[in-house]
């Protein structure tokens, strides 16, 4: 009986301590083609410093850090590919079969009001749009360089 009950004993304490977490459980969750939230300590600064939140900045101000090459242009081609092409094409124009499926059409951004745009206020477009008719923000995804580089290809499609 002793025996019996030492057995008892040790199966109860090794099963009491089994850890029960449940993150796997209880997650935050995320919509597609959003980053998710990763739950920063209270003042804590990011390793790469802070991040401009472009949304209370007028995009006119702002100018391009480096000279429109055709390097730059080069550099923006696949960001464009990857972030831009999927809705407003590779040419640009918007004629995409998701485009055509959207609530709202993504601009073409080969036509007139884009073009008149200052190079800042697309860099902000980018950035910091609101989900203006589906568009995600892609402050979390891309780097000011790289955003940069999307709005030089952008000219190169423009022409200019």
Known sequence: MRRILIVLAIAFLGTGCENYDRDLWEQSSFKTQEAPRKW????????????????????????????????????????????????????????????????????????????????????????ASEGEGGMPNYRNELTDEETWQITAYLRKLQGK
């Open 40 to 127: 920063k300590p209270a003042r804590s600064v990011p390793i790469t410093g802070l991040i401009e939140n472009y949304r209370e900045i007028e995009g006119v101000t702002l100018s391009s850090p480096f000279e429109f090459t055709n390097d730059a242009k080069a550099a923006g081609k696949p960001l464009y590919d990857v972030y831009c092409a999927i809705c407003h094409g590779m040419t640009g124009r918007s004629d995409t079969l998701v485009a055509q499926k959207m609530e709202t059409m993504p601009f073409d951004l080969t036509e007139s009001s884009t073009v008149e745009l200052t190079d800042g206020e697309i860099f902000v477009k980018i950035l």
